[in-house]
């Protein structure tokens, strides 16, 4: 498990990177981006980006770094799919494929060796931060698919992420055009398949986090009607009593603007009921 | 003087917008982003950009908006140069032409008709911000080339911008590489011409500014001593009784990541001296 160190710029008092290391669960090279606070940390948010990010986009325009400076946490993005492969209409849009892993384990013909995002975030690179940055506890949020990566693995690995949050989570993808082309190219036509992947259906399933999840959501989103369906996830934590903290902030949109203007929330949010 | 909005996003309470409008000066068009706090604000701080840099990456990663929020002064970010332009050897490198204009008037045969940017900043840009936006005051603040543009235009013109700060700006072009290629392409050969544009030069003139210029640098910038030449600035300061704030930052690279670390600084700067 080499972590090679591609970039580190001095932030905040603390360091930003960029590392890249070979990944036995994609079976190719994956980058994540880094901000230490300091030299030693104990804690660590995991931050999961949206379709056609990778590494950098939250980390150089989100402006998270000072809310986390002198404390004992560390944040680490990851990238959102492998790279350098060339798989079948891999590239061709930017909803499906390179940059649109949608965090789960592929198990169609041509995405199965490599696109095992689920495992590459809940095991490997937990696995890769807890031993090189000697991390006792984690939390997660995201953004749009990142957002929806967050519930959904804080629903199925609720003891590891001590928190979740997220900003425009694409809430319920089995019901939106996204998800389901998405979910249709790494897992199948077969329906019940994408289940295990749909934090709105996990809710249904009975999966519940013991925290209250946070979500900010804008209410002039371009996404808002027609791939994010917000209310599907609030009626089903509803009904099964999932405690969920659903804000709905007016006016602002899908952009990384809208992160920025309230990641200080959600990171103290993060820092505040992780224990 | 029409003004088309090209894009708008809600942020920290106000709007982050992208404008373009036709100019006089360069006889191209020219896009400019801006932050509005409130819909009625008084006071502007033009923040110009450096090599290579377009009108929004400083609005996209320096996380300044934050510290504006609730106030009455909004952020002006203009391109760095004309665009849409195929002047001789306009496109071949980072430091010359396109994104590179050095705000400075060309004289140079092929440059002089379109590579207007001191007069577009400070006659231009100024004039349609006042008119548009009803705005009282301005202040100037920059990085890199625009750090130096930020320190001429300010000892220039310094009844027109109240208060000056640069992150690692180039303090005495005529000295560096990058400054003299700049020179040699927009002024010609003839080094008097150079020294109208160059902010040491300006101090060793007789220029100088009513209020303290701040200057953040990083000790770890990688052009610090073959392109900024900060020394230079300083002696010549100390020689004419400029003052100066020059606070060398431990560590700190020529990155976004120092501006960002470093903003909420300059932007209280701004706030606090200007009147």
């Known amino acids: 498990m080499n972590l090679t160190k591609l970039k580190q710029h001095k932030s905040f008092s603390g360091y930003t990177c960029v590392y890249q290391h070979d990944s036995k669960m994609t079976k190719t090279p994956m980058k994540f981006s880094v901000f230490s606070p300091q030299e030693t940390v104990q804690h660590c948010t995991i931050w999961l980006s949206g379709l056609s990010c990778n590494e950098e986009n939250f980390i150089t325009k ?112 089995s019901e939106c055009p996204w998800g389901q082309k998405a979910f249709t190219g790494y897992l199948g036509k077969n329906r019940e398949l994408w289940q295990a992947y749909d934090a709105t259906e996990l809710l249904r399933q009975g999966y519940q986090h013991d925290k209250a999840i946070l979500i900010d959501q804008g209410t002039a989103d371009e996404f808002l009607e027609s791939q994010l369906l917000t209310d599907n996830l609030q009626q089903a934590a509803g009904k099964v009593g999932q405690q969920l903290t659903l804000r709905y902030q007016d006016n602002y949109d899908h952009s990384y603007y809208f992160i920025a203007s309230f990641i200080r929330d959600h990171i103290e949010f993060h820092l505040r009921h992780r224990l």
């Open 62 to 173: 989100a402006g998270a770094q000072q809310y986390l400076a002198n404390t004992d946490t560390m944040l680490v993005c990851p990238d959102t799919s492998p790279r350098g492969l060339n798989l079948p209409h891999e590239h061709d849009d930017y909803d499906f494929g390179s940059g649109a892993g949608f965090y789960v384990n592929a198990t169609t013909e041509h995405y199965r060796n490599h696109y095992r995002m689920y495992d590459y975030i809940s095991k490997e690179l937990i696995e890769l931060i807890t031993k090189n940055f000697n991390i006792k506890t984690f939390s997660i949020m995201g953004h749009s698919m990142g957002g929806h990566g967050a519930l959904m693995l804080g629903l199925r690995e609720k003891d590891l992420f001590k928190t979740v949050s997220a900003f425009a989570p694409i809430v319920n993808p």
